[in-house]
C-alpha cells in the first residue's frame, strides 16, 4: 500500500528565505507525485507533478519539487518566499492508475506553510 | 482552472438527520468526482469514486448505505450522510476530473457539525 509522510505539521520562513517542505512517500510500484496547496477556505490547488521523465519538476508560483527514487522523497522548495504562499501544503501519491487523471490520490497529513514578514 | 463549488460550505444538524452535500463541476463536465474525508491534523482520506450514470464505487471501510453517493449530470454529484452522527462530523471535500482526464480540481469543502 503507498504511503506519504510529511515532516513538519508547521514550518515558518522569513520573507524572501528558502521554502523547504519535505515529503517522503512509500509505493511497491513506480509513483506518480503530487503537491497540492490550499488557501483558507478554498479548494485544492495543483502545484506540480511527477509522472515519468524528467526528475526535477517546475511547477506555478515559482515552486519545483525533484524526485529522488533512492531516497524515496519529492520535496517541495522555492527559492524566495512571499507572503502570498502562507497556506497548506499537500503531498500525494497515486496509485491503481486507470488512465492518467483518474488517479486515486494518497495524501499526507499536510504542511502549514507561515511566512514571517 | 477549472472551478469546483460545494454546498453547504458548512452545516450543523442533529444526530440522527440526513445531509446532503452537492457537488458542482461550474465551467466543465467531470466524468468522475472524487469524494474525501478530511479529519483534523489528518489526510485526506478517499471515500468514493463515482462516474457519471453509474454507481459510485467505495474504498474499504466505507458504509455505502450510510454515505449515499450520487452522480447524476455531468456537473453535480451528491453526498448524503444518512442518519448523522456526532462521529461523521468532519471536513468533506470533493474533486471532480474532466473529460480530458488531465487534473483532479477540487471543491473548497463541507464541514459538518453533527449535535
Known amino acids: 500500500a503507498q504511503s506519504v509522510t510529511q515532516l513538519g505539521s508547521h514550518v515558518s520562513v522569513s520573507e524572501g528565505a528558502l521554502v523547504l517542505l519535505r515529503c517522503n512517500y512509500s509505493?511497491?510500484?513506480?509513483?506518480?507525485l503530487f503537491w497540492y496547496v490550499q488557501y483558507p477556505n478554498q479548494g485544492l490547488q495543483l502545484l506540480l507533478k511527477?509522472?515519468?521523465?524528467?526528475?526535477l519538476v517546475k511547477g506555478i508560483n515559482g515552486f519545483e519539487a525533484e524526485f529522488k527514487k533512492s531516497e524515496t522523497s519529492f520535496h517541495l522548495t522555492k527559492p524566495s518566499a512571499h507572503m502570498s504562499d502562507a497556506a497548506e501544503y499537500f503531498c500525494?501519491?497515486?496509485?491503481?492508475?486507470?488512465?492518467?487523471?483518474?488517479?486515486?490520490?494518497?495524501f499526507g497529513t499536510g504542511t502549514r506553510l507561515t511566512i514571517i514578514p | 482552472g477549472a472551478v469546483v463549488s460545494q454546498h453547504p460550505s458548512r452545516v450543523i444538524c442533529k444526530s440522527g438527520t440526513s445531509v446532503k452535500i452537492e457537488c458542482r463541476s461550474l465551467d466543465f463536465q467531470a466524468t468522475t468526482m472524487f469524494w474525501y474525508r478530511q479529519f483534523p491534523k489528518k489526510s485526506l482520506m478517499l471515500m468514493a469514486t463515482?462516474?457519471?450514470?453509474?454507481?459510485?464505487?467505495?474504498e474499504q471501510g466505507v458504509e455505502k448505505d450510510k454515505f449515499l453517493i450520487n452522480h447524476a449530470s455531468l456537473t453535480l454529484s451528491t453526498l448524503t450522510v444518512t442518519s448523522a452522527h456526532p462521529e461523521d462530523s468532519s471536513f468533506y471535500i470533493c474533486?471532480?476530473?474532466?473529460?480530458?482526464?488531465?487534473?483532479?480540481?477540487f471543491g473548497p469543502g463541507t464541514r459538518l457539525l453533527v449535535l
Open positions: 500525494a501519491v497515486s496509485y491503481l492508475i486507470y488512465n492518467f487523471g483518474n488517479e486515486k490520490l494518497t
Open positions: 474533486s471532480a476530473i474532466g473529460t480530458s482526464g488531465q487534473t483532479q480540481y
Open positions: 509505493s511497491s510500484v513506480p509513483p506518480y
Open positions: 463515482s462516474n457519471e450514470g453509474s454507481k459510485a464505487t467505495y
Open positions: 511527477y509522472t515519468t521523465g524528467a526528475t
